[in-house]
């Protein structure tokens, strides 16, 4: 089992960066497949959306189109952390950022794949 807790959100203009941290318990960290999903305001947590996946050991990431060039996901597995560099933020940017981490190697872009979360992090994007 792994508990994570993200950092990291914030209140940034359009055009800024943030970078995100999911911070991992557990020895097992280097053995999940991760992911950070986000919620839209006033849409419902069964309405998440993919932003970025990453494989075990970081050699295989997947992007949501709308992400792809300005996030740049990332791991440390010696230091049981996960990473989302988030650059050119826009105001659709805007939601809670959740990590997640599945019981697999691999990754997914699929939510429902995911066993364990991350209690999320706020990012605002003003315009």
């Known amino acids: 089992q792994v508990q994570l807790i993200e950092s990291g959100g914030g209140l940034v203009q359009a055009g800024a960066s943030l970078r995100l941290s999911c911070a991992g318990s557990?020895?097992?960290?280097?053995?999940?497949?991760m992911g950070w999903f986000r919620q839209a305001p006033g849409k419902e947590r069964d309405e998440r959306e993919f932003v970025a996946t990453i494989n075990f050991n970081g050699g295989r990431t997947d992007y949501a189109d709308s992400m792809e060039g300005r996030f740049t996901i990332s791991r440390d597995n010696s230091k049981n952390t996960m990473y989302l560099q988030m650059n050119s933020l826009r105001p659709e940017d805007t939601a809670v950022y959740y990590c997640?981490?599945?019981?697999?190697?691999?990754?997914?872009?699929?939510?429902?794949?995911?066993?364990?979360w991350g209690q999320g992090t706020q990012v605002t994007v003003s315009s």
């Open positions: 997640a981490a599945r019981s697999s190697l691999f990754n997914s872009r699929n939510d429902f794949e995911y066993d364990y």
């Open positions: 557990g020895r097992a960290f280097s053995s999940y497949g």
